[in-house]
């Protein structure tokens, strides 16, 4: 038995948390997620930004493993996030899910375009974010 927990040991040893970046501009909103997400283990927000601009600098100058994007921020839009991602082409190799108010078919089909897999609704799908990033989480470790 002693034997199978080094193992399991040594295994998360190697796996460092997925880094998260965090676009969100509502404070107790940030707080939840952040919280949710440290909390398993297998993710860790290392970074959030409450505007396009500062979320983009973040972006331009360091690697993350995920993204999530509110589409409506403190100034301007999760959608300038979006076009960045994919103009630069980190939308291939990153996790990208927006949660939002704003869960109209319109927007879900702009995010789509944008090569956005995931879309949640932040007022009954809160949740299914925190799904869809542990099974990503899963698949990079395994």
């Known amino acids: 038995m002693g034997h199978q927990t080094n193992i399991d040991e040594n295994r998360r040893e190697r796996m460092r948390p997925l880094s998260v970046l965090l676009i969100e501009d509502s404070a107790l909103i940030r707080r939840s997620l952040v919280e949710a997400i440290d909390a398993s283990g297998e993710l860790r927000v290392d970074a ?3 505007t396009p601009e500062d979320a983009i600098l973040l972006l331009a100058s360091k690697v993350f493993d995920a993204v999530i994007v509110d589409l409506q921020l403190k100034s301007g839009s999760g959608v300038e996030v979006l076009a960045y991602l994919r103009e630069s ?15 109209l078919p319109a927007y879900r089909e702009r995010c789509l375009q944008y090569g956005v897999r995931h879309f949640f609704d932040k007022s009954m799908e809160f949740d299914r974010v925190l799904d869809a990033l542990h099974v990503y989480a899963r698949g990079m470790g395994g």
Do not use: C, P, R, Y
Not at 89 to 103: D, K, P, R
């Open 48 to 50: 959030w930004a409450d």
């Open 89 to 103: 082409g980190m939308i291939e190799s990153t996790f990208a899910a927006v949660l939002t108010n704003h869960a």
